[in-house]
């Protein structure tokens, strides 16, 4: 029995994964949270096997959480399911501690073989980023550019990059406009980018959006 907290912002999301598992008689859900500081309230008081969780929640950097609980909780396995199907957020969330990546359109067998194989103690990838990371294209000497970003600002520069303003990424990740405002302009002058323009183009390259 796999004894699961699921971590997402969207009602619908958490309800589809409940009907999902309530199907699957090896899965039982414990909890449900909608932020990264509910979850971290909700973690001391449930023992469970895998934290299945989403990237893009409002509040405490995603990648900063996934450190965090790592550090508090590592008998607990990770699980992301992200609708990020690009490879460089899977590495970053594998880098800081997740034991398995997979996006939101993958079928739901592949989703359950996910959650079983990282509760057991092994590791997920979902097989199209995998492929991304075998056969990666980008040149290197471009790659380092984005590297010299914080984990927020890389956040932020990938919202940009979709297109989102400075308050829908504000709303998004549920801080003030000045501070989003204030991690674009370091992300800029770190990137050597004069304008959104320049920005985009990097990350088209990088097959961010």
């Known amino acids: 029995m796999v004894r699961l907290i699921i971590a997402d912002d969207h009602t619908i999301m958490r309800s589809g994964l409940k009907q999902l598992f309530a199907l699957a008689p090896d899965i039982e859900i414990i909890g449900e949270a909608e932020n990264g500081e509910g979850l971290l309230a909700l973690l001391p008081q449930k023992n469970i096997d895998l934290l299945l969780m989403d990237l893009m929640m409002p509040g405490i950097c995603s990648i900063e959480l996934i450190e965090h609980i790592q550090s508090l909780f590592p008998t607990i396995a990770i699980l992301v399911l992200s609708m990020h199907n690009e490879h460089q957020v899977a590495m970053r969330a594998i880098r800081a501690g997740a034991s398995g990546y997979i996006t939101k359109d993958s079928d ?18 979902d097989p199209k980023l995998a492929e991304d990371m075998a ?4 040149n290197r000497q471009q790659n380092e550019v984005h590297k010299r970003l914080s984990e927020r600002e890389y956040e932020i520069f990938l919202l940009l990059a979709k297109g989102m303003s400075v308050n829908e ?12 405002s204030t991690h674009k302009v370091r992300l800029m002058e770190k990137m050597n980018f004069n304008s959104l323009s320049d920005l985009i183009r990097y990350a088209v390259n990088l097959e961010q959006v």
């Open 108 to 125: 739901p067998e592949k989703l359950l073989a996910a959650i079983f194989k990282v509760a057991e103690g092994g590791r997920y990838l």
């Open 169 to 180: 990424i504000a709303n998004q990740l549920n801080i003030s406009n000045k501070t989003v």
């Open 135 to 138: 056969f990666s294209r980008v």
